[in-house]
């Protein structure tokens, strides 16, 4: 006696699907797009190193006063992003490192008003923290809604802010070679 058509067709669906399972996953597994979903070596080998010196040198030709900047970093911070903005008569300098515990610290400084470029950096509802001191200079903290820790200081007519998810140490590192 024969089946009725359709009978079964939930149960060929099924088995049609782990055989299409299987073999997706087999390649995968075995083919170039593994380095995609399982990524192997050291994300130093990864880095993308970047030279900001085009807009370190804009930035600091076209700022009323002196730029900070880091010297004297060890070659185990990597510079990963730079950018220079004219914004009206405001200069924004944007410089991000990946740091040598493989995490993420960024200087980002502004000759305009303050208030906002702080916000626009580190975005609503942060909660300040208690103000340090290194060496001589007064830092106040903040806590970004992400959790970073972030340094905030004022110097004339520039704002600084260090930030990042690297930790307290490497933050300071990066503000202690601004010069």
Same mark, same amino acid.
């Given at each position: ?18 055989? !299409?399972?299987?073999?997706t996953?087999? %390649? ?6 593994? &380095? /995609?979903?399982?990524p192997? =070596? $050291?994300?130093?080998a990864?880095?993308?190193v ?14 009323p006063?002196?730029m900070?900047?880091?010297?004297g ?9 730079a950018?220079?903005?004219p914004?009206?008569t405001? !200069?924004d300098?944007?410089?991000?490192? %990946? ?6 610290? &960024? /200087?980002?400084?502004?000759? =305009? $008003?303050s ?22 200079q ?19 007519r520039?704002?600084?802010? !260090?930030t990042?998810n ?11 070679? /601004?010069?």
């Open positions: 006696m024969r089946k009725k058509r359709g009978s079964e067709a939930a149960g060929d669906m099924v088995r049609s699907f782990l055989v !299409v399972g299987a073999v996953l087999a %390649v995968l597994l075995a083919g170039a797009s593994r &380095e /995609l979903i399982f192997r =070596g $050291d994300i130093a990864r880095v993308k970047v030279d900001g010196s085009n807009e370190i040198a804009a930035a600091r030709r076209l700022a006063h002196e900070l900047t880091p010297s970093l060890s070659p185990r911070w990597r510079l990963t992003s950018r220079f903005e914004n009206g405001a !200069v300098l944007h410089l991000g490192y %990946v740091t040598p515990e493989e995490k993420y610290a &960024e /200087l980002d400084e502004s000759t =305009g $008003d208030d906002p470029f702080i916000e626009r950096v580190l975005g609503k509802g942060v909660q300040p923290l208690p103000p340090i001191t290194l060496g001589v007064h830092w106040d903290q903040r806590r970004t809604r992400q959790g970073e820790r972030a340094l905030v200081r004022r110097v004339g520039a704002t600084l802010v !260090v990042g690297a930790s307290p140490a490497e933050l300071q590192t990066l503000v202690r070679s /601004l010069r």
